[in-house]
């Protein structure tokens, strides 16, 4: 049974590039959560999506960052004109429909911004 | 504005020894709390989780006690190992709500041989 897949596990990007992450979560789950880590900070949820559908984009900056959850495919995570200040760990995580507590995380996507 | 906060940046604890890691809360809606441990350049896996319901949750070497008056959890780890060197994080959601997670800044538990 795999895990919660994310790709790719490192990601270099020049400042004013786009930066596209994904994530394919467990069988079985239908709900995505997108998270970021700062150095030394801990994890800051960003976005809560279902097939489709946005749930909670509370936590996504306002501008450059959009998410997505397609009927078919991984999640998606994009960053327009990346800037220094989005170099971090980005990860997501996967529930079952009816235990949203219950995330259990992939491995992330590092994100080089240069 | 921190809710959840993990003031020991570290700790240190002989093999065999019982490890403490503590976390506040202060969001008074929380009623859910789990602890996640994160190995380097992975993602944090899932350790136990407590309801505000219960004061104690047990599965193993892994206890933890919430004290909801105090707003306070914490995670006991006996006998601690050295491969339970790791950064552990405390996190709390809103049963029902939307279901995010809030984390602490995480604790780097070394375990000494």
């Known amino acids: 049974n795999a895990g919660v897949m994310q790709n790719p596990r490192h990601l270099v990007r020049r400042r004013g590039q786009e930066a596209r992450l994904r994530c394919s979560p467990m069988?079985?789950?239908?709900?995505v959560y997108w998270y970021r880590q700062l150095p030394e900070e801990g994890l800051k949820f960003m976005v809560y999506?279902?097939?489709?559908?946005?749930?909670?984009e509370s936590g996504m900056p306002k501008e450059r960052f959009s998410a997505e959850f397609p009927k078919e495919g991984p999640s998606i995570l994009r960053i327009q004109q990346v800037v220094r200040g989005d170099s971090a760990a980005y990860f997501c995580?996967?529930?079952?429909?009816?235990?949203?507590?219950?995330?259990?995380f992939g491995p992330g996507t590092r994100l080089t911004v240069l | 504005d921190q809710q959840v906060k993990q003031n020991s940046p570290s700790l240190s604890v002989q093999e065999g020894r019982i490890s403490i890691l503590n976390c506040d809360y202060t969001?008074?809606?929380?009623?859910?709390f789990l602890w996640y441990k994160k190995y380097p350049a992975e993602g944090p896996t899932f350790l136990i989780s407590?309801?505000?319901?219960?004061d104690k949750n047990e599965d193993g070497r892994f206890t933890v006690f919430l004290n909801k008056s105090a707003k306070h959890l914490s995670l006991h780890i006996v006998p601690s190992q050295p491969g339970d060197s790791a950064v552990y994080f405390c996190a709390a959601s809103v049963e029902g709500g939307s279901e995010k997670l809030v984390f602490g800044k995480g604790t780097k538990l070394t375990v000494n041989p």
């Open positions: 969001n008074s809606m929380f009623d859910y």
């Open positions: 069988k079985g789950h239908s709900h």
């Open positions: 999506l279902q097939k489709e559908n946005i749930i909670d």
């Open positions: 407590i309801s505000s319901i219960k």
């Open positions: 995580a996967s529930s079952p429909p009816d235990r949203g507590n219950e995330q259990f």
